[in-house]
């Protein structure tokens, strides 16, 4: 400006302080709705009225599986998800509810269901809540869609109608009680069985249920479920609505609420009346059960143990207070040749099951039963009761495993037999065609013996029968001639005919064969190294104690001797020959020794007919014979006999 010549200035000042603070406070005002927005639980979104989306929040993202593009419409983004109806038929874009709010179609649309298949195929089930958006003139310029994930709730919805299905048509009665034993819930079933109708209990104490002699059950029953304690299968008695007492079964568990407190108690109420009946029935047969001497037990339809009689409590060891109300099965530990369920499937069908279990005693040890079941079913035709009846077959399994093992342990001694039986017919074919060849020498043995047998007679026998021939001649003519009668010759004679007497019995003993048994087998060697006949002295020398028992042992023994006697006498011009009996280690060895020229010099040794003779013999009785040469001079023939064979 200009006045007076001179220059003026004029000066505005304006206080923005007022403003900023506007400005601040708008920042901060949309922050908090943008924390708002994203933050919230609800899912939210916007478009104009060209179907481009202008916003959307986090919880819209997560619902959709995807965030969209930048220009994005409404149309194309939700295209790439699926739309149902409620009742399941698909709803094209155009005619989704956001749609038809922008078209004008509909001003609104509040609680809407919807359900949406987003592109990974998982499904959400949505309650849309959609407004137009307006200008200040009031015209349409977009739309926002606030919804919400309903499908937990919608699955809740559904699984409580499930539940309040299987409740209503449940053949147990189930009935709900506040902590105050107030009843709040009441099924068919519970009518059924009780006889009064839901308007007639809901809202009455449950003693009206329960025998005034029982009511403190209850208070009982309450402290336990405020435990949270859970009352599983509890035997008790109540009354119906027309006064008649009832046998039940109680399952009875608390309610609690979100936060896990209790604020109520559910009951399942079992009629156990005529299984009740049934049990006093068996109780008043079990008497008749308990004499068996089988193990007999009877099963609920839980496979819970109702009887045990005494049978059952010899074979298992269980008292029936330790058995009763314990599961069969996993009392006894069964092992069963099939599946319980393929078992119960057969006893169903047929009313009858038998089969071998195997059990376990209370101390442990195995028992093996043949086990006998029967079904018993109610007046309905359902399973009511088992009966078992298991009779121990242990001992006789036992006995067919080892008669198994018998078996097969036969069968292989019967093969090894087979096998020694054709090594042995091989070798008796070896020793039939050896004893061929014997019969030969036997056959010349024989005529030796009979030539031996026959020069005694002659050598010994009629020398002195010729003997006392003359001298009888002689006496007699003395007699006549002089009537004298010298004494020493009828001594003489009567020497002789004695001495003739005793040859004549030992020939007749050598001709007849006599068989020694055991008992005479030391009195024959007696004899046999006694007999007057050898030519050369002999004596026998028992230098150990001689203990046989069998007699074909003894008679073998005997003739080995013998013929070993008979070839020193006869062959070895000796003039000594010993027969000896003594124990070396674990044999008892018999011998016969001389000591004349030997074997080399012999006509009859191991060349000759008598030694393979008393070597078949000796090999007989299991001994061993050895022809052996002393260190002096002579021979001797050794048969070892094994102590073994005495026994």
Same mark, same amino acid.
């Given at each position: 400006?200009?006045g007076?010549?001179?220059?003026?200035?004029?000066?505005?000042?304006?206080?923005?302080?007022?403003?900023?603070?506007?400005?601040?406070a708008?920042?901060?005002?949309e922050?908090?709705?943008?924390t708002?927005?994203?933050?919230g639980?609800?899912?939210?979104?916007?478009i104009d009225?060209?179907g481009?989306?202008?916003?959307?929040?986090?919880r819209?993202?997560?619902l959709?599986g995807r965030?969209?593009?930048?220009g994005?419409?409404?149309?194309?983004?939700?295209g790439?998800f699926?739309?149902?109806?409620?009742?399941g038929?698909?709803?094209?874009?155009?005619?989704?509810p956001?749609?038809?709010?922008?078209?004008?179609?509909?001003?609104?649309?509040h609680?809407?269901?919807?359900?949406?298949?987003?592109?990974?195929?998982?499904?959400?089930?949505?309650?849309?809540?959609?407004?137009?958006?307006?200008?200040?003139?009031?015209?349409?310029?977009?739309?926002?869609?606030?919804?919400?994930?309903?499908?937990?709730?919608?699955?809740?919805?559904?699984?409580?109608s499930?539940?309040?299905?299987?409740?209503?048509?449940?053949?147990?009665?189930?009935?709900?009680?506040?902590?105050?034993?107030?009843?709040t819930?009441?099924?068919?079933?519970?009518?059924r069985?009780f006889?009064?109708?839901?308007?007639?209990i809901i809202?009455k104490s449950?003693?009206?249920?329960i025998?005034?002699?029982?009511?403190?059950e209850?208070q009982?029953?309450?402290?336990?479920?405020?435990?949270?304690?859970?009352?599983?299968?509890?035997?008790?008695?109540?009354?119906?609505?027309?006064?008649?007492?009832?046998?039940?079964?109680?399952?009875?568990?608390?309610?609690?609420?979100?936060?896990g407190?209790?604020?109520?108690?559910?009951?399942?109420?079992r009629?156990?009346?005529?299984?009740?009946?049934?049990?006093?029935?068996?109780?008043?047969?079990?008497?008749?059960?308990?004499?068996?001497?089988?193990?007999?037990?009877v099963?609920?339809t839980q496979?819970?143990?109702?009887?045990?009689n005494?049978?059952?409590?010899e074979?298992?060891?269980?008292?029936?207070?330790?058995?009763?109300?314990?599961?069969?099965?996993?009392?006894?530990r069964?092992?069963?040749?099939?599946?319980?369920?393929s078992?119960?499937?057969?006893?169903?069908?047929?009313?009858?099951?038998?089969?071998e279990?195997?059990?376990?005693?209370?101390d442990?040890?195995?028992?093996?039963v043949?086990?006998?079941?029967?079904?018993?079913r109610d007046?309905?035709?359902r399973?009511a009761f088992?009966?078992?009846?298991?009779?121990?077959?242990?001992?006789?399994?036992q006995?067919?495993?080892?008669?198994?093992?018998?078996?097969?342990?036969?069968?292989?001694l019967?093969?090894q037999?087979?096998?020694?039986?054709r090594v042995?017919?091989?070798?008796?074919?070896?020793e039939?065609?050896?004893?061929?060849?014997?019969?030969?020498?036997?056959?010349?043995?024989?005529?030796?013996?009979q030539?031996?047998?026959?020069?005694?007679?002659?050598?010994? +026998?009629?020398?002195? %029968?010729?003997a006392?021939?003359?001298? !009888? /001649? *002689? =006496?007699a003519?003395? $007699?006549?001639?002089? #009537?004298v009668?010298?004494?020493d010759?009828?001594?003489k004679?009567a020497?002789l005919?004695?001495?003739s007497?005793?040859?004549?019995r030992?020939?007749a003993?050598?001709?007849?064969?006599?068989?020694i048994?055991?008992a005479?087998?030391?009195p024959?060697l007696?004899?046999?190294?006694d007999?007057?006949i050898?030519?050369?002295?002999?004596?026998?020398d028992?230098r150990?104690?001689?203990n046989?028992?069998?007699?074909?042992?003894?008679?073998?023994l005997?003739?080995? +001797?013998?013929?070993? %006697?008979?070839?020193?006498?006869?062959? !070895? /011009? *000796? =003039?000594?020959?010993v $027969?000896?009996?003594? #124990?070396?280690?674990n044999?008892?060895v018999?011998s016969?020794?001389?000591?004349?020229?030997?074997?080399n010099?012999?006509?009859?040794?191991g060349?000759?007919?008598g030694?393979?003779?008393?070597?078949?013999?000796a090999?007989?009785?299991?001994a061993?014979?050895?022809?052996?040469?002393?260190?002096?001079?002579g021979?001797?023939v050794a048969?070892?006999?094994?102590?073994?064979?005495?026994?």
């Amino acid at each position: 400006m200009h006045g007076n010549g001179a220059q003026l200035y004029q000066t505005a000042t304006v206080d923005l302080t007022q403003s900023e603070r506007a400005d601040e406070a708008l920042r901060r005002s949309e922050e908090r709705y943008r924390t708002l927005f994203n933050l919230g639980p609800v899912a939210i979104y916007s478009i104009d009225t060209s179907g481009v989306i202008q916003e959307f929040n986090r919880r819209a993202a997560e619902l959709w599986g995807r965030e969209p593009a930048l220009g994005d419409t409404d149309q194309r983004f939700c295209g790439s998800f699926k739309m149902f109806r409620p009742d399941g038929s698909f709803m094209p874009h155009e005619q989704c509810p956001m749609a038809e709010v922008v078209s004008g179609k509909i001003t609104a649309a509040h609680d809407a269901e919807v359900l949406i298949e987003r592109p990974d195929g998982s499904r959400v089930i949505v309650l849309v809540n959609i407004r137009p958006l307006k200008n200040d003139r009031g015209e349409v310029i977009g739309a926002i869609n606030c919804f919400y994930d309903i499908t937990e709730r919608k699955r809740a919805e559904t699984a409580a109608s499930r539940l309040a299905a299987v409740v209503q048509s449940s053949h147990d009665a189930i009935v709900a009680k506040d902590l105050n034993g107030i009843i709040t819930d009441w099924n068919q079933s519970a009518e059924r069985i009780f006889g009064y109708g839901p308007k007639e209990i809901i809202g009455k104490s449950v003693l009206t249920l329960i025998p005034k002699d029982r009511h403190s059950e209850e208070q009982d029953i309450l402290k336990r479920i405020r435990r949270g304690e859970l009352v599983d299968h509890y035997e008790t008695v109540r009354r119906r609505k027309d006064g008649t007492l009832i046998n039940v079964s109680l399952t009875i568990s608390p309610v609690k609420d979100l936060n896990g407190k209790i604020i109520g108690i559910s009951k399942i109420v079992r009629d156990i009346t005529r299984q009740k009946r049934a049990e006093q029935r068996l109780a008043e047969q079990s008497r008749l059960l308990d004499l068996s001497n089988e193990a007999i037990l009877v099963r609920d339809t839980q496979d819970r143990i109702t009887y045990w009689n005494d049978g059952a409590n010899e074979l298992y060891g269980y008292l029936p207070e330790e058995a009763l109300g314990k599961v069969a099965h996993k009392l006894l530990r069964t092992e069963f040749p099939e599946s319980l369920k393929s078992i119960y499937k057969k006893l169903e069908r047929d009313d009858r099951w038998s089969g071998e279990l195997v059990h376990k005693r209370k101390d442990g040890t195995k028992v093996v039963v043949m086990s006998h079941w029967a079904l018993d079913r109610d007046g309905h035709g359902r399973s009511a009761f088992v009966l078992e009846t298991n009779a121990d077959i242990t001992q006789r399994k036992q006995t067919e495993a080892a008669l198994q093992r018998s078996k097969e342990m036969l069968e292989k001694l019967v093969q090894q037999r087979t096998k020694a039986l054709r090594v042995a017919n091989a070798e008796l074919e070896n020793e039939i065609s050896r004893r061929k060849g014997l019969e030969g020498q036997i056959l010349e043995i024989s005529d030796r013996e009979q030539e031996r047998l026959g020069q005694e007679l002659h050598d010994g +026998l009629c020398q002195q %029968l010729t003997a006392i021939g003359f001298l !009888a /001649r *002689a =006496t007699a003519l003395r $007699l006549k001639n002089h #009537r004298v009668v010298q004494t020493d010759d009828l001594e003489k004679i009567a020497k002789l005919i004695n001495a003739s007497v005793m040859d004549a019995r030992n020939i007749a003993r050598d001709l007849h064969k006599e068989e020694i048994d055991a008992a005479g087998f030391l009195p024959a060697l007696e004899h046999l190294a006694d007999r007057q006949i050898w030519k050369t002295s002999c004596r026998l020398d028992l230098r150990t104690e001689v203990n046989i028992e069998d007699d074909n042992v003894a008679s073998q023994l005997y003739r080995i +001797l013998r013929e070993a %006697l008979i070839n020193a006498n006869k062959h !070895a /011009r *000796a =003039t000594q020959i010993v $027969l000896e009996v003594r #124990r070396l280690k674990n044999h008892l060895v018999f011998s016969v020794t001389d000591n004349g020229v030997g074997f080399n010099n012999k006509t009859n040794t191991g060349h000759g007919l008598g030694f393979p003779i008393m070597k078949y013999r000796a090999e007989s009785i299991g001994a061993r014979l050895e022809l052996e040469s002393p260190k002096k001079r002579g021979a001797r023939v050794a048969c070892y006999l094994p102590l073994t064979t005495l026994k």
